[in-house]
């Protein structure tokens, strides 16, 4: 069964991270070397990009920019993500850890993302499956949550395949822009550490722009405006 709730806004909002604690696995689990030195974060691959002449419409500046502002914009819900992939990856490209009031330890992340336009497949969940397989040694065992990011909303094919899925799995939508439409998960994640905690929209912004925002017992958890962040403006690009 999927978990896709929307819960009724109860008393006032909570500070996201205020109600839980907030040790970080990430300081004690080895993350495999990066991919390149030459960037680190989306700031410093624009930057790189702009230096190099690379090709905004390349494969490899479109992959690399959506993997980057996933993890920059993900960091809003939780999420301390690295960007890892590279040759034998088995598919991963970003690695790392989602603090959630609903567990007290972090969860540990195996993220996929695919910056693709077009309806995803389900093919697509069985490939996250695999990354299970292949995960580093940090990510194995109890604990671990695969994670598939991609533009456009889950199709009835990829939520009928997560719910069939014996590995806890989550789906997030998420534009190039760097807006959070979907967050979606399956009964397995629950138990490894999702259980009570939900999702619905607000209004938020300027722009009145509807805002995925998370919700743990009835309350939204107050999420931070990424255009507050000097080096990220909404279009996902440095500012």
């Known amino acids: 069964m999927l978990r896709v709730k929307t819960t009724k806004l109860l008393r006032k ?27 680190h974060d989306l700031p410093s691959f624009l930057n790189y990009a702009d230096r190099s002449g690379l090709d905004a419409k390349s ?19 939780g999420f301390y993500l690295k960007r890892v992939g590279g040759h034998s990856d088995y598919g991963i490209d970003l690695l790392g850890t989602w603090t959630v009031p609903s567990s007290k330890q972090p969860l540990r992340v195996l993220a996929q993302c695919k910056a693709i336009a077009r309806k995803s497949s389900p093919n697509l969940v069985r490939e996250l499956e695999g990354a299970f397989v292949g995960a580093p040694v940090g990510w194995k065992g109890r604990g671990v949550l695969g994670v598939f990011i991609t533009e456009k909303p889950a199709t009835k094919g990829v939520r009928d395949s997560l719910a069939r899925s014996r590995w806890p799995m989550c789906f997030i939508s998420c534009t190039r822009a760097g807006h959070v439409q979907q967050m979606l998960w399956n009964r397995r994640a629950e138990e490894e ?31 931070e405006d990424a255009n507050r962040d000097p080096t990220f403006s909404s279009e996902g690009h440095a500012k």
């Open 59 to 77: 494969t490899l500046y479109v992959g690399t920019h959506y993997e980057y502002t996933v993890a920059q914009v993900l960091a809003k819900y």
């Open 13 to 39: 909002p909570i500070p996201f991270g205020s109600s839980w604690t907030s040790t970080k696995l990430s300081s004690t689990l080895i993350y495999p070397e990066p991919p390149t030195n030459n960037h």
């Open 193 to 223: 550490g999702l259980e009570g905690l939900g999702v619905g929209m607000r209004h938020a912004g300027r722009d009145g722009e509807s805002q995925l925002s998370m919700l743990w017992k009835g309350q939204h958890i107050t999420l």
